[in-house]
């Protein structure tokens, strides 16, 4: 018997209430539509940054026999279970994402976001999953497994911009997109893409947030889809405005490192109270 589609996440004891917040919601999810959920609590690694985990865990749920293996990181969420994602699923596409545009104030050409992926269990997968885990630059060094899938799709603006040390134009690996499908910003709505740049998300990911926000924010939702919570609304929003102004702090930040205090100081001049 075939084994339809397995969702998974891994996390450790530093993402332990959000990787729960994110396993619930990944087994409410399998539940609803039939399929596994695959829960590991205490992911461990060697030599390498834990977010190399997945990488194993697919290729091990493959080699169940599952026909489809989808991953959300642990600081994502469903929040929507009226939707199959096997919808999406077209013939000839084996690797399913979406793009991303910009990363901790850095903008880059769009690039796919590893938090949320589907893998179809074919010979080409696995060729993918094995040549990513060759790519032993980034084993410690963000952006770790994403930045691997970067630089072999040819995604190298992305690279610049966050790896000072790779330094190449875009030059996108079209002979790999032929087998790839982008997924709507719906299946992983990002909270660093100007709020989460889509309407009806069915996947919300805290990406790139500082540990407390990620944390109000996925049990904001968490509370909504248990009816546990009565200002869902109002706290995302709140959180989101923080994460605004932490981003825009960081910026100022930048700024005044590369131009210096007296620039900052002419630029602070234009926002105070003037006498016309």
Known sequence: MTKKLCITTAYDMKFGMLGNYCASSIQHYADTF???ARIVSDAKIKER???WYRIQ??????????EWVMWLDADAIFVRFDVDVLDQAEDGSDLYFVHETGFSGAAYQPAP???VMLFRNSDWSKKLLSEIWAETQYSERFPWEQGALWKILGHHDGLSRLDKTHLA???????YYEKIKLLPKQWNAMTTQNGLGCDDPVIVHMAGQPQDLRHRAIRAYWSSITGQGTEVA???TSVRLEAENLRLKKS????????????????RRWFEPRNW
């Not at 865990?57 to 599952?66: D, K, W």
């Not at 134009?169 to 002979?175: G, T």
């Not at 100022?252 to 630029?267: C, F, H, I, P, Q």
Request: charged share 25%.
């Open 169 to 175: 134009k875009e030059n996108v690996n079209q002979e």
């Open 113 to 115: 976001n590893s938090g």
């Open 49 to 51: 940054h834990p977010a």
């Open 34 to 36: 039939g399929y596994e």
């Open 234 to 236: 109002h706290s995302i």
């Open 252 to 267: 100022l930040e930048r700024l005044t490192r590369s131009k210096g205090l007296r620039a900052l100081a002419r630029m």
């Open 57 to 66: 865990l697919i290729q091990q749920l493959f080699a169940e026999g599952y």
